[in-house]
């Protein structure tokens, strides 16, 4: 539905035309190699691929789309990973459309279009985890065993714990769910 409404808003605006739409990470990888959009219009958590998972496969790939991210995830770590990953834009849900068809046509020109309350958390506290250790404290905070997330990330079970006490370390937590509650919190996962 909400998917449906935006390309509709997004439509009625002379300048701008909606191409295709996706309902996975997966499907708008696909259409972005197809369709070859100018800007795509992502969410941060989708089913299959996430948006900045698509946003890093449009940049490995070097494909020109530019990515704008539109979520709920008002969090500066959220924004400094979409940016990492090749965003150039970022923006709330809660945006009026006005605010995002002007963002689109912005990154359209070349320019950034990040929400300006974010971009000033932003330089606040950096994300202290490793890519490896993000992902083994993702699944650590799924419910995931130990034996079990060694098997998904093809680790040894004392890797998997090594990974894991360094990440508590650095956030300065007691144990594995409260590392993967403060490093979600802070959009590091």
Known sequence: MVLGALGALLDMEDDL???????????????????????????IEMPGMTGLEVAAEIRRLGMPTRVVILTTFARSGYLRRALDAGAVGYLLKDAPSATLADAIRAVHAGRRAIDPELAADAWGEADPLTDRERQVLRLAGEGLANAEIAGRLHLSDGTVRNYLSEAIGKLGVANRVAAARLARERGWL
Do not use: I
Request: charged fraction near 20%.
């Open 17 to 43: 035309t909606v191409t295709g739409t996706a309902a996975d990470g997966e499907e708008a990888l696909r259409l972005v190699g197809s369709l070859a959009p100018d800007v795509l219009l992502t969410d």
